[in-house]
């Protein structure tokens, strides 16, 4: 990673942060790099994994694929990508990526009800 998609990649993810603590997480912080286990880029929402991304080209399967690692490192029940939206620079208007069955196991808990089988193996 170059020096300017680091630094564009760290703003990204302090954006993530500081638009989680406004509105109601506020033990939402970056993690430090470097972990041979990653687990993430934004930590402090319990079990969730967030892989924050800041790029040009768009690579949502691979995306997915390595926030479900992440999340399977943390021992975490929902990994899903955070990426910048490009002309916007709040989080607020970043798109939020994740799987169908994430989607609905988070319906699911939204409401209170148990996720269906189909929805936990997915997970």
């Known amino acids: 990673m170059t020096s300017k998609s680091k630094t564009k990649g760290s703003a990204w993810e302090r954006a993530i942060v500081d638009y989680l603590r406004a509105v109601g997480w506020p033990f939402a912080e970056r993690r430090l790099a470097g972990s041979t ?62 799987t169908g069955a994430q989607f609905t196991a988070l319906l699911a808990m939204a409401q209170g009800i148990e996720p269906s089988p189909a929805e936990a193996v997915a997970r």
Request: proline content about 0%.
């Open 37 to 98: 286990k990653d687990r993430g880029d934004i930590a402090g929402v319990v079990g969730v994994v967030i892989e924050a991304k800041n790029t040009a080209r768009l690579d949502l399967a691979g995306w997915i694929e390595e926030a479900d690692l992440e999340r399977t490192n943390d021992g975490a029940w929902l990994g899903i990508v955070w990426h910048k939206r490009r002309g916007k620079a709040s989080a607020a208007d970043g798109y939020v990526t994740m």
